[in-house]
């Protein structure tokens, strides 16, 4: 008697068991897929990570300077907005104006804007300067003020 | 003009003599001992033997053509640039890798290329048997002008008879020349004789200049009137001022191997081909040599030569190399003018070389490929210091010569010669019968070359050095083992005499020990026009088609024959997707409005394919056209605006001083109007700025704009300031328009890049689609919306500022208001040499103050 009663105590144990090994062993089945997935997707370190085909190729120092603006942009206000296009990885400043001064004046505060930043080379930056305004009074800009103010071209 | 064919007497005296029985031994023999005893030498009779005995050319003479496309690859490509392979164990080090290029010539194509167009043109016709036998009494004085060139209407007689006594010289002294054996008839079209036999039959003896000497002398240098009259005199008026020698060119090779890629390495020094492309290396020799034969271009050189002297002021006369007739003394038979007499020199520098290319796109078409990237032609250059053979050469690098498509066509040929300086040379060739071939016995006409590159102490690894692979993949077979590949680059280089002796003659003059380069403000001597500068005709400004449209233009009505010709013409040769605009434009214009159906000739004519001044298809309708041009692609612009415009009017008008060639027969080179099969670019992470219906027409962004020239522009650079042309192009559209593609100005200029209207005028825009209106209150887009091109101007706007029907006629406008167009464009011209100039926001702001200040005012010439 006591070996029946023995058997039949163990036996829902066993059973148990048996169970929790299943749902382990699935459980280590679905982790281990996972992990080998994820070593399938993770890029090889020697592979170059592309820059999209229309991304512009800036000149050094472009990105340090980029990223101490990065958070306030866009900037926009009436006439004028200050944007850094991603997918063409470079600066607009848009500008718009009835006249000469008006241009020159709004592009004369977004560059104190940027200084103000703690940007140290605002050049590095190759701003976009640009006049929407119409044809004769951009005709009527100097050519050096589409070009950040103390930059060459 | 007709010549009258004329009665042709054989009269061969050494044959009769041969004939006459035992007493032509002793005649012989007295012959023998007579010929000792004259002043000249003793000559074999002519036995013209073509092509064969070329004259060796000394390399001071020989101008190098490199055969590049605009990226300075070697065309085609599917022939010269390949993969070599090799397999072996990995690592194994000096190993020989090779690859055997099949390089294909078209020699009876070749010819055409240097042709004796020129010749015939400045001498007139006198190599012709026509003109050899004409009756000079019975020509009509319109024909009298047409049988003498140039040089025997502006030269004076004193010139002529020195020519000539040289001329009667050396074709007595060289009878192997084709030439030796031609006959003359006298003034009358009576008596032919060739020059062996006039030396026979007038003496024994040959003219010269000296009056006290037994030889007859031309009265114009103090010999006798009447005896010179009796024999000579009556055959000098025919006796030609030039003879065709024959001179052998060649085409060697030069090679780069190694495309290996590694970005992170500097300046990319794995991949040495793409440093030859940059500019930044030479590619090297190897040895081999193809020797080729070039009829005719000899005469070609001393035609223009006399007629330089004879035209352009003695201080402005080109150097010494219109000197090769009378240079050529009797001591040095067949050599050519001392050395240091000559303009050129050896062009062995490898990137100036590449400048150097005159014919070179005509000289693709010599080689048989598949026409693939077959567009412009033009080779720039880098400021890049060269790292290659010569690190020594000064590469301060001038104009870009422009690579023009050249004059096509067949003219008189040698055949591949036996005897090539390589004897190991290997080689297949196809025969050709044709009547230009010179030389009718040699088969070898098309040919191809095996040409062997090798490269010795190889490692069998991929790597940065020259010693190394560009890719290596495991050997499927041997473990140890790895095949490997490295792309290997062929460039041909013909190498062409007297080449630059021509384009000095014609268009202007050049100083001793410079480069044979035309054109090039740096080193053209300023007031040495060439001869085209006086004697330009109008056929090198205008084709047949051409001719005929201005005739037709100044015809009292459309229903002359000239316009009626012009019509039948287009109406022929219409592309098809044009022919429905061209009816109906005529139609319409027919009746009411003649001068409108001229329009709509001129305008479908533009797409017409028109032979060139250029060509030299003997077939064609006008001879004239391609007895112009000859061995020079003469330039319009040049010769109107830098020979004829004094240097103050050059400077005001701010005419280019450079690259006459760009102007002359190239389709490429003039790039506006539109009609370029392209679709707006792709641009992902850009908001489309159209809101997707079509009847808007065009709509962008500034950042749509933006992307477009980004993805136009790519890696290619401005090509005077050798900046970025991404750079260049944002800074000038947004200068210029600041994007906006409605923006117009009162000189007519339209468009994002601001082109003038008037240059797309009269040019029919793709089929479906059609130009829009202007902004605003019109609308907000330009471009591209459906239906007919506004009649009269949009309502709102100032005609003073901007009439659609002034500036284009009508409905033809060339895609003028395409962003994307003008991009387009835009960038194709700003890569090549002076092509950013005609910006002003180019020449001003980047000019000043910048580091380019020196560079755009010497390229561009002043800003106006």
Known sequence: ?153 | MVFKPALVFSRRPWRALLRSGPLAGLALVALFFSLFTSIAHAQAPPDPLPCENPIEPNPEILTHNWMVNENREPVPQDQLQKIATKSGPRGQTDVTVDYTFNFTVDFSKLGGLFGPTNSDYNEGEYQQQDHKNVNISELNPVDISKYNGPIQKAGNQVMLDALRVKYVDYIWRNSHLPEASDEFTNTNGDNPRSIYEMHHEFGEKLPDLDPNTSNPTPPSYGGNKNDWQNKWGQYWSKIPTSYSEYYKAYIQFRAQHKAYENQALVNNSGNLIDQVLRGARCPYWIDETIAFVMPEYFRTTATTGQVNQVIVPGAAQSNHSNDVILLNKPESQNSVSGKGNLLSTIIDKCLKAFQNNPVSNALKKVISFVHTNFLSFNVYAEPYFQTGDNPAEDYNLDCIRILVDGKEGKDPYCALPANQPDSDLQYTCENQIDELKRDKNNLNVICTFKIKWQQTGMTLEAGEGPEFFDTCIDHPINPDWVICDVAVYLWPIFEIPWQAEIWNNTLYSDVPGNEPFIGSPLKQMEGRPGVYSFFTPITIFEDELEGNIRKCRNAPTTESQVCQDVINFVNENIDEKYRSDFEACVEAALITNPDGMVLCIVGVAEHVEKKRPGETDRGSVSDLSRRVIGGTDCSKEYVWHNALYPIAAQKTYGIQNACPVESAASSQDYIPPGDDDFTPPDCPGITPASDGNPNNGIETSVEELQCAIILEAGTKREFITREPLVNVMLYVINAESSYNQCAFADAGEIGVFQYIASTWKSTLVRDGVDSGTVSPPAGSVCWGIAGRDPDTNPPGQDPALFSWVQNFGGTNDGEAWNPFLQIHKTAIMMERFGGACPWSTFKGTLADPSPYTALIGDRCGPQL
Request: glycine letters at 6%; hydrophobic letters at 40%.
């Open chain 1, 1 to 153: 008697m006591n070996n029946g009663t023995t058997l039949t105590k163990i036996k829902p144990t066993i059973i148990k068991l048996l169970i929790i090994l299943f749902f382990l062993g699935i459980f280590i089945l679905i982790t281990l897929l996972f992990s080998t997935n994820n070593k399938t997707e993770t890029p090889r370190s020697q592979e170059k990570i592309e820059q999209p085909k229309t991304a512009l190729k800036q000149k050094e120092g472009f990105d340090s300077e980029l990223e101490k603006i990065t958070k306030f942009l866009p900037y926009k206000g009436e006439g004028f907005s200050l944007e850094y296009v991603e997918a063409l990885n470079l600066i607009n400043a848009k500008i718009k104006a009835d006249n000469v001064e008006g241009y020159l004046t709004i592009k004369n505060e977004l560059e104190q804007f940027i200084l103000s930043k703690e940007v140290e080379d605002i050049c590095k930056l190759n701003i976009i300067w640009i006049a929407e305004t119409s044809q004769d009074v951009r005709k009527s800009i100097d050519g050096k003020n589409f070009i950040t103010t103390g930059c060459t071209p």
